[in-house]
């Protein structure tokens, strides 16, 4: 299947749906024009995304996003408050959180959503990629830290793009 | 449109000040963040979490002070979130990294494996493929 006309069927629309912000506009040109950037770009990137994007489970993957959303917005206050309350009430600690994904797209949207939520950061990854080092701003149980990192944004990101 | 209403173009207005000074305040205290906190990785918290909130709350302002100025729906904003989400973990993932090859000073005790800068070297020649690591 490497030479398949449509290599990434979900990149497509992502990217069409992109171009219509772009131009902000719904006209039926830009919608064609959108989806033939779509079919073109990943054909010329093929070699960038060797894995082919499957979702399992595509409410798992919204409720999953929604709790990221929340979290952003809970993350943003509570540092916030951090910042004002002043250096003494911070306990900062590096954590390493053991990791069950294995694909190249799993690991960089764990990453990601831990850089985004709560007081953590991602600051290294192992080069074996068995373990991600984890900053958190407020730690004060590391071991809490990473089971909450493990239950509430590895295992959708497994159970959607990961399934065994 | 509710824009035409007198009343409602205040209301409009009223939320639009709302959501700047909301946006204002938090990308404030995220620079705050730089010069308040006590070492390098607690300052990358600042910029990756409390300007999220503060772009955010500006952004919707103007997709909604563009959206009533009669020219129809403005969502192009949607994608400077999107973006700013996407790239702001990973600069702050490439500066801890590295921070912590430098040895960067740092309060709370960074991980042995992490500083020593040969580890890299070692794991990225006997792993580089990532088929056989699985």
């Known amino acids: 299947m490497k030479h398949s006309l449509l290599p990434h069927p979900i990149l497509t629309p992502v990217l069409a749906l992109i171009w219509l912000l772009l131009v902000n506009s719904l006209a039926p040109g830009q919608i064609f024009l959108g989806l033939l950037l779509g079919w073109a770009i990943p054909i010329f990137t093929l070699r960038f995304w060797p894995e082919r994007v499957y979702i399992a489970k595509p409410l798992t993957l919204l409720r999953f996003l929604a709790i990221v959303l929340y979290d952003i917005l809970i993350a943003n206050i509570a540092v916030a408050g951090l910042i004002l309350a002043g250096t003494k009430q911070t306990r900062p600690a590096f954590v390493r959180v053991p990791l069950a994904l294995r694909s190249d797209l799993g690991i960089s949207l764990l990453a990601n959503t831990v850089s985004l939520t709560p007081g953590t950061v991602s600051a290294w990854l192992s080069p074996d990629r068995s373990h991600l080092i984890v900053h958190g701003l407020q730690v004060h149980d590391p071991a809490a830290l990473v089971s909450e990192i493990k239950t509430r944004y590895e295992a959708p990101i497994k159970e959607v793009f990961e399934p065994c | ?134």
């Open chain 2, 1 to 134: 449109m509710i824009t035409n209403l007198g009343c409602g173009l205040n209301m409009i207005d009223f939320m639009l000040a709302i959501l700047i000074l909301i946006g204002a305040a938090f990308t404030f205290v995220g620079s705050l963040g730089l010069a308040r906190l006590e070492d390098f990785y607690s300052r990358l918290h600042g910029p990756t979490k409390a300007t999220t909130l503060g772009v955010g709350a500006l952004l919707i302002a103007s997709v909604l002070y563009f959206s009533t100025r009669g020219e129809g729906l403005s969502l192009h904003e949607i994608l400077v979130t999107l973006f700013l989400f996407i790239t702001a973990p990973v600069s702050a993932h490439l500066l801890s990294k590295a921070a912590l090859h430098l040895r960067v000073h740092s309060v709370a005790r960074p991980p042995a494996e992490a500083e020593d800068p040969i580890a890299d070297q070692r794991g990225s020649s006997a792993a580089h493929p990532p088929e056989q690591a699985s």
